[in-house]
Every structure is written in C-alpha cells, then in structure tokens.
C-alpha cells in the first residue's frame, strides 16, 4: 500500500523525485496546501476506491495518518 | 467531536464559556503586550474575574485593521491571513500558529455537521474555479470556496473560469447527483444570480440540495430579496427548502453562527455566543431591541480576537425557545460608518 500511496501522493502534488514523501506533513511544502489537499483526497479516493469522511479529510495531516486511516478502510495493500 | 456543538441550554453554555474566556482573557494579556496595554488603559487589571460574558472587555474589530495583534511570537507565525479590506482602514491581519491553523476548520466541521452529517457529499460550488487557481492569492472568496471544498466531493462549478454561468455544468451535476443529497455552497447573492436565477429559467430541479451560503445582503435588498424572500423564492421555484445563512468573519476564522433548519434565526455553536448592545450605553440589550453586534469565541488563540464589538447590527429574536439552544438572531445590516469610526477611536489612543 505504501508504494501506490507514495505514487498518488508524488502525482496529485506534483512532487520533485527526490520529496521524502513519507515524512511529509500538511503544510509543510507549497505544494501540499489547501488547494493540493483537495486534489490529494481525490486521487486517493481514486485510487483505493475508499471515500473519507468529513472529519477525516481535515485531520489526514502526513503520509503516515493517511497509511493508518486507509487500513481503517479495510485497505490491505 | 461527533457530540453536536449545538446542545447546550442557555444557562450552562454561559458558565461553560465564561471559565473559559477568562481564562483565554489572561493567555491573551499574558502574550500580548499590545493587548495588556489597551485592558490596562481600560483600569482592567490582570486577574480580574468577570460575573457575566457581557462584563468581558472587547474590541472593535477594527483594530486588526490597525494595529498588529497577536499572542504568539514572530517565528511561530505560521498563516497571516487577510481580509479584503471595504473602507479606508485598510484589511485586518489575523495571525495563525500551526495548531490555530488546525483547530479552525475542525470547529467549522462540528458546526456545519449539525445540518450535513459527517458524510462528505457532492458539491456543487455557486463560484468559478477560477477564483482558487492563483494559489499565491486567495481573495477573501477564495478562501471561503476553498475552506468549504473540504465538507464536499466531486465539486463542479457552476460558473466558467470566464465566470460566465455554465449551465451544462449544473445540469450534468444534477443528473449525476440531484436524486440524493447534495451541498450547495456560494456567497449569497452570487447564489441568487448564478444559481436561483439560472434553475428558475431551466426549470431545475434542487429539492435533495443543502445550501449553505453567506456573504451579506446588500446586493439583494437593492432588489427586495431579504432573508425570507430568498427562501420563500427558492422552495417555490426550485423546490430547496434546507438553506443555511451563516454569519461569520475572518477575525473569528473558524466560528460561524448558523441559520437553523426552519429559518430567519442565527444559532450560536457551544463554543460561541453573541451579544448585542445599545450603541449610546454600551449595555447589553433586552431580547428584540437591535444593537451592534459583539460575537465571542473560544478558538481565538494565537491573536486577542476572542471578544470583538463588530461593525454590523443585529437583534436577538428569543433564547431556548427555537430550533436549537441557546440565543437566536438576526443580522440587520452595516453599522453607519461614523458611528463604527467612533467606537473604536476610543481604543486606538491606548495602544497608539
């Protein structure tokens, strides 16, 4: 799962190559503000076919709360 | 967070808030010395304790237009944000920490859950995309679009990037969506132009929408469309009954209060409350006299906006005796521009 969320990640926010995308926090680079954030839920939604709730989409604050809230989903990998 | 914010009675949301807003009374002196100074100039002196919310010290909200205001140091500044501003006193500077910046779009989720759910539902945005394509510069709208994107998904809008009125648009949106609920969202008389105007003459079919919407009404009353017009209007030619006003601004990011299901009242959210007062004592008016409008929060944090006298008038139509507990309002309009100038001449000395 890491891996095609990594890819989504690189691609909804346009990120360089060298990002360490799993250390990367909401607001922490240009690219993930609020308007990346929105594409961002899009393309994971997308991807893991999954839809997040309000409250969810406001608190996916890094890479590493979206890994834990698509296994709330029920996504295994 | 899933307990409703709209519970409490009357009663106990004052005592809840009153410990609360002392207490955030004295973060604000403790970390802005700017602050201090205008209590202090008022004989306020620290540790005060306050009987009543009304007995709170306030300040016009036109200082942040002024004056730089804020309760965190310089490198824990993480968003300034602005407003656009509409008279000569330039925009307000609001200053946001990173946990300000988080805890404002979680408490306007708590609010508008009340008439959304927590369900994110198709949206259908009464804006252009235009409006967030510049991503350095929001306008003050964009920000508004944008901070509400998050309660919505498969967002279509409803106006071109030549904000022309994209009619194909709307009509695609509802077939896709218009047989299940669905959230509406634009400024208000945007929403009357763009959406009650275009669904009127396309014989459109929006009675599964949620409209939320805001922005004033200036523009409508010109023509003679107030708040109950608007409704009235709405369910007769387009079948939206569930419409919600709010009333909110940038000097309380993160605050709104809400119009309840049956219309024409302002409910505040537990962690807000509203006061009205005459504008010759100062005092704060019985139930059906309109006054200016003082709104308070307990999100304001990082800058002494907690307690702000606002530049609008309003009226408190009842209390625990609507759609919701607590106070129920009204807002009547703008303050005249020199009485709104004179209430805060009276605070600009003491920090000047």
């Known amino acids: ?77 | 967070m899933s307990d409703s914010v709209f519970g409490r009675s009357q009663v106990e949301r004052e005592s809840a808030l009153l410990t609360e807003l002392t207490e955030l009374t004295e973060h604000h002196r403790a970390h802005s010395v700017q602050y201090d100074r205008i209590l202090a100039s008022l004989g306020i002196e620290k540790g005060r304790r306050f009987d009543r919310l009304a007995d709170l010290p306030w300040l016009p909200v036109r200082m942040f237009k002024t004056h730089d205001l804020k309760s965190i140091p310089d490198d824990e500044v993480f968003k300034v944000l602005t407003s656009s501003g509409t008279t000569g006193a330039g925009a307000s500077r609001i200053y946001l920490d990173k946990e300000a910046a988080a805890v404002q779009p979680r408490m306007l989720g708590a609010t508008l859950r009340e008439v959304l759910g927590g369900k994110r539902l198709p949206m259908l945005m009464i804006d252009t995309i235009s409006i967030i394509k510049n991503r350095r510069s929001f306008s003050a709208r964009g920000a508004g679009v944008l901070g509400m994107a998050n309660f919505g998904r498969a967002h279509v809008y409803a106006l071109d990037e030549n904000d022309q009125p994209d009619v194909e648009a709307v009509k695609g949106f509802l077939e896709k969506h218009g047989g299940e609920p669905f959230l509406i969202f634009g400024f208000t008389f945007m929403v009357w132009q763009y959406l009650y105007e275009v669904a009127k003459e396309h014989k459109l079919d929006l009675s599964n929408g949620i409209l939320i919407h805001s922005g004033g009404w200036k523009k409508l009353i010109d023509i003679a469309v107030d708040n109950s017009e608007f409704r009235r209007r709405f369910a007769e030619d387009t079948g939206l009954t569930q419409i919600h006003n709010y009333y909110g601004m940038i000097e309380q990011i993160g605050t709104v209060f809400l119009e309840g299901p049956s219309g024409n009242s302002l409910y505040c959210p537990e962690f807000a409350e509203v006061i009205i007062r005459n504008p010759d004592t100062w005092e704060e008016q019985p139930v059906g006299e309109p006054g200016v409008i003082e709104v308070i929060s307990t999100l304001p944090r990082s800058y002494p906006g907690h307690v702000l006298l606002t530049e609008d008038l309003g009226v408190v139509h009842g209390i625990d005796d609507g759609d919701w507990p607590g106070k129920r309002f009204s807002v009547l309009g703008r303050l005249p521009r020199a009485e709104a100038r004179g209430c805060s001449d009276t605070f600009s000395g003491a920090v000047a």
């Open chain 1, 1 to 77: 799962m890491n891996d095609r969320l990594r890819a989504v990640f690189v691609d909804a926010l346009q990120l360089d190559d060298d990002v360490d995308v799993e250390s990367l926090k909401y607001r922490d680079i240009e690219a993930w503000d609020s308007v990346g954030h929105m594409a961002l839920i899009a393309a994971i939604e997308d991807e893991f076919d999954v839809q997040f709730e309000t409250e969810q989409v406001i608190d996916m604050s890094s890479f590493k709360v979206a890994v834990d809230m698509l296994k709330g989903l029920g996504v295994s990998e």
